[in-house]
């Protein structure tokens, strides 16, 4: 009876139904996923500028500075420490290296290993950075150590957010 | 179909070498008045769920759900209310013969008997008949608790004091200095216990909208507003006093 | 592509039958609105199980933001509400879902009561559709406190005192459901874990049940 080509009842029937079926699924779960992967589309917070040290401490040898920031993390509200390698470099510019290795997130430390004076040197996996935080290639580091955004107000030295370079 | 003995599987499991064909019944395997499942009748389901689906998701988007603010244990003064589907429990909570000395009658035995008769239907009304005209005690009873069950739910949402129950629930967003010398003396003091702790008000009125001045502050804290405020509610030096009075102008200056 | 994955694993576990089955069982056409508009009271039990296959999905994604603690709780429903991309609608599925529920379970109810659907042999199936709608009554209860406001709280207060009048075990009862002598914490945590794990447990295995029953009986014939 049906012909090549014709769409007979029961396919037709079966259409509709995936179409119905298609949208109501679609209906549903729409405002659900994007409700879940809103964290992905959120844009990143700006983090306000915090005081960490007199311009005048700063040293030609990297110096460990810890600092308060105020961190927002959902409903949670909270203090948290966060460090900052900061040292004047030769032109006599202020630089603030953030002590997270790019490896797999380890403390970085200052030449606290002995056969690597002048270094920064990861204790995990051995990786290191010479003192501009450029990362010492056939070290497990693939990146030099983010920077943190910086500005230096009445002799005081603001740090924001730590940046990948 | 092929079964028992000289049956094939496959490998040496349990399912059969010999497939059934995928293929759907024919139509006419439905003789009279029935009709495939998929996709004849699902259809039809699926387009009424769609149909619901659309007004749903428009009642989601038109009424956003409610949210009172954060549950305080210390505030006596909340008047709760169930959810509407538990009302008709609620309000026959309030009648004489189902509370006090008979709370036993309104809180378990009558929705024990009317839960327990509903649970037991098929055996309190055993007869073939199918008709509702047919077997009037069943229906009438099941009548009888719907229009209860509608009545005491309307009850008790006309005799209810919604607009008060809106706001005894409110999120207030006061910007109150907490820390400030003036609130220790207000927290202190039995202001608080009245007047909520972000000068909100509960049983007392919002001190966030008041208009009087410090000077008339102080007064009211001595002398009180009769009948509901006391007199001498404030026992403190008058230097407290005064800062508190200035704390309560200042801080509903800050929230105008 | 896609015919040559499902031989492949139809000759390994013979799953055309499966469904073939569900797909092609006769319904009779009494149940059908589209033929008989007076047969839209079929609907209600259909839509009350779409309604509950909603509340199941919104109330996963619900619990990616939501935290049982009576310090976060509130904080959190706050934050997915006002904060989140569509937090008011999932929120609101979940909220007014459980409302529509009672709503299309009462019709379904009356509509099988009136009919007298429930007489021999389907006596079983009424018991295990009554105790659904017990089961519904619990989550709806319990549901209720998770946000942890005002409203949550007192209402919460209000049904444990009920539990309390019942004669001799009553004030066990309440300490049991509470977790501890006050409405607070541990409440709140086994209020969580009873609405989002035992209850729906329960419901999925009565609705089961429920199911298997009716593809057994078949639908109740016309009056």
Not at chain 2, 190 to 204: E, K, N, P, R, V
């Amino acid at each position: 009876m049906a012909k090549k080509n014709e769409v007979t009842r029961r396919q037709f029937l079966n259409y509709t139904l995936t179409g119905v079926g298609g949208f109501m699924a679609a209906g549903m779960l729409m405002p659900m996923v994007r409700f879940a992967i809103d964290p992905v589309l959120k844009e990143g917070t700006e983090q306000e500028m915090v005081p960490v040290m007199d311009v005048s401490e700063i040293t030609k040898e990297p110096q460990r500075k810890k600092f308060k920031v105020d961190q927002v993390d959902g409903w949670y509200e909270s203090e948290v420490e966060q460090s900052a390698w900061v040292y004047k470099d030769e032109k006599d510019e202020i630089v603030a290296l953030s002590p997270v290795c790019k490896h797999l997130g380890c403390t970085v430390d200052w030449s606290s290993n002995a056969a690597y004076p002048d270094q920064f040197y990861c204790p995990c996996h051995g990786g290191r950075y010479t003192k501009d935080g450029v990362n010492v290639p056939g070290t497990p580091p693939l990146a030099p150590l983010d920077v943190y955004k910086m500005k230096v107000e009445k002799g005081k030295l603001y740090l924001g957010k730590p940046e990948p370079r | 179909m092929h079964r028992g003995k000289g049956m094939k599987f496959v490998g040496d499991s349990r399912v059969p070498a010999q497939k059934k064909p995928n293929i759907p019944k024919d139509y006419s395997e439905y003789p009279g008045k029935t009709e495939a499942f998929w996709p004849n009748f699902l259809l039809k389901e699926w387009m009424v769920g769609a149909v619901f689906l659309i007004g749903y998701l428009l009642l989601t988007i038109a009424h956003p759900s409610p949210l009172e603010r954060v549950a305080d244990p210390t505030d006596a003064t909340y008047t709760p209310l169930p959810d509407w589907y538990f009302l008709f429990l609620y309000q026959l909570l309030k009648y004489k013969y189902a509370a006090g000395d008979y709370t036993l009658i309104g809180t378990m035995i009558i929705p024990g008997i009317a839960f327990g008769s509903l649970l037991l239907a098929p055996w309190l009304d055993p007869g073939p008949e199918r008709r509702p005209s047919k077997r009037p005690i069943a229906v009438g009873m099941m009548l009888l608790a719907v229009i209860s069950t509608i009545f005491l739910t309307w009850e008790s949402v006309v005799t209810h004091d919604w607009e008060k129950q809106a706001k005894q629930g409110e999120i207030v967003e006061a910007n109150v200095d907490k820390d400030a010398e003036g609130y220790q003396i207000y927290s202190g003091q039995s202001c608080i216990g009245c007047h909520g702790d972000s000068l909100q008000g509960a049983t007392g009125p919002s001190l966030l909208e008041t208009e009087k001045s410090a000077e008339e502050i102080m007064g009211i804290a001595k002398n009180g507003i009769p009948p509901a405020m006391p007199a001498n509610a404030f026992e403190g030096s008058d230097e407290e006093l005064q800062k508190l009075a200035q704390f309560i102008v200042e801080t509903a200056e800050a929230n105008k | 592509m896609l015919q040559r994955i499902y031989d492949w694993v139809d000759e390994r576990l013979d799953i055309t039958p499966l469904w073939r089955d569900i797909a092609d069982h006769e319904v009779p056409e009494h149940v059908n609105p589209a033929h008989h508009f007076s047969a839209f009271v079929y609907c209600f039990g259909g839509l009350t199980f779409f309604i509950v296959v909603i509340q199941i999905l919104s109330g996963m994604f619900l619990t990616m933001y939501y935290v049982p603690d009576i310090v976060n709780a509130w904080e959190s429903v706050y934050y997915l509400q006002n904060e989140v991309a569509f937090g008011v609608i999932v929120r609101g599925m979940h909220h007014w879902g459980a409302s529509l529920v009672i709503v299309m379970m009462f019709l379904h109810t009356l509509r099988v009561f009136f009919q007298g659907a429930y007489k021999k042999p389907r006596e079983l199936n009424w018991v295990v559709g009554v105790l659904i709608f017990f089961v519904m009554l619990g989550l709806g209860f319990t549901g209720y406190l998770l946000p942890w406001d005002m409203k949550a709280l007192f209402a919460t207060k209000v049904g444990l005192q009920i539990a309390v009048t019942i004669p001799v075990i009553g004030e066990m009862a309440k300490t049991l459901l509470a977790g501890g002598e006050i409405i607070g914490a541990q409440t709140l945590a086994r209020f969580f874990a009873i609405h989002v794990f035992f209850l729906p447990g329960a419901l999925l295995a009565l609705m089961g049940a429920h199911f298997i029953m009716i593809r057994k009986q078949g639908i109740s014939g016309p009056l």
